[in-house]
């Protein structure tokens, strides 16, 4: 299974960027699928995950209120819809799944720049 985030572009302070995450395959309802950043120099860092079976969210307080992650079924993609940007949200976000406790399937990331 392979998952491939895009979206990531350069984008001015106060903008919104929408990241998507699609699996090569449709994954069961037993995944969760997660969207992680990681900055300059330092670890990846959790920031929501969705259930496939319940869609139940889970949002990084970091985040709350500026970034949505929802997913369509139909599509088999998730989605990470991120408003009012800031600089310090710049770094490579990468989506990631699991269906035990640890996410342990992970894609390339795509690089979010804001910058004016």
């Known amino acids: 299974v392979q998952l491939q985030a895009s979206g990531g572009g350069t984008v001015q302070p106060g903008a919104s960027l929408r990241l998507s995450c699609a699996p090569s395959v449709r994954l069961s309802s037993d995944y969760h699928v997660g969207w992680f950043r990681q900055f300059p120099g330092k670890g990846r860092a959790f920031i929501a995950s969705?259930?496939?079976?319940?869609?139940?969210?889970y949002t990084a307080d970091s985040v709350v209120g500026r970034f949505v992650i929802y997913r369509d079924n139909a599509e088999n993609t998730v989605y990470l819809q991120m408003y009012n940007l800031e600089p310090a949200d710049t770094a490579v976000y990468y989506c990631?799944?699991?269906?035990?406790?640890?996410?342990?399937?992970w894609g390339p990331g795509t690089q979010v720049t804001v910058s004016s």
């Open positions: 969705v259930s496939l079976s319940t869609s139940m969210t």
């Open positions: 990631a799944a699991r269906d035990g406790d640890e996410f342990d399937l």
